[in-house]
């Protein structure tokens, strides 16, 4: 069974960078493609992007200036980088498999933007 | 953007009534339309993809129908597991996927 896993800190401080990494486990990252996805507190979902696991990328047109998905396959690991935070990036983030249907998600993680 | 609407924002269930969700999409999706569950504290889990086909494990009273723009996840019978939040979410729009807001569902 395919489980994936988010790691990376909690709180990171206006105008830096987030950055995050999904682990999958119980599978491999090839011929998949791989997503981000947050949650406001309280809030809806909203796509980040995706990635095909041979490095093709795909970002939501409204974060695309700040995102980056990238992909380390001797690890099976799918990284996101968010730079210029600010408090309307504090969220849930999930990665998921898929890049229309998302059939396995990771928990997610909380990253709180605060100074 | 393809922009999503779901109905009702909450409905009050008891168990073994049957549910009825909608999903409007603001053009055509064709049949490219998902649903998620999602409990509190939880990562959404997926229902139903290309609008009526169920995903690997999930019960058959969960059932989705529709095509277009108007699209409807039905739950023949409630169970007490069900009580939850439902996305809708399209992926027609492959360069910019969207969720709708989402349906509660409570007692």
């Known amino acids: 069974q395919v489980q994936l896993q988010e790691s990376g800190p909690g709180l990171v401080k206006p105008s830096e960078t987030l950055s995050l990494t999904c682990t999958v486990s119980g599978g491999s990252i090839g011929s998949y493609y791989w997503s981000w996805i947050r949650q406001p507190p309280g809030k809806g979902l909203q796509w980040i992007g995706y990635l095909y696991y041979g490095g093709s990328t795909n970002y939501n047109p409204s974060l695309k200036s700040r995102v980056t998905i990238s992909v380390d396959t001797s690890k099976n690991q799918v990284s996101l980088k968010l730079s210029s935070v600010t408090a309307a990036d504090t969220a849930v983030y999930y990665c998921?498999?898929?890049?229309?249907?998302?059939?396995?998600w990771g928990q997610g993680t909380l990253v709180t933007v605060s100074s | 953007e393809i922009v999503l609407t779901q109905s009702p924002a909450t409905l009050s269930g008891s168990p073994g009534e049957r549910a009825t969700l909608s999903c409007r999409a603001s053009?055509?999706?064709?049949?490219?339309l998902a649903w998620y569950q999602q409990k509190p504290g939880q990562a959404p889990r997926l229902l139903i993809s290309g609008a009526s086909n169920r995903a690997t494990g999930i019960p058959a009273r969960f059932s989705g129908s529709g095509s277009g723009t108007e699209f409807t996840l039905t739950i023949s019978s409630l169970q007490s597991e069900d009580f939850a939040v439902y996305f809708c979410?399209?992926?027609?729009?492959?360069?910019?996927?969207?969720f709708g807001p989402g349906t509660k569902v409570d007692i």
């Open positions: 979410q399209q992926y027609y729009n492959w360069l910019l996927f969207t």
């Open positions: 998921a498999r898929g890049m229309g249907d998302f059939d396995h």
């Open positions: 053009q055509s999706v064709g049949s490219n």
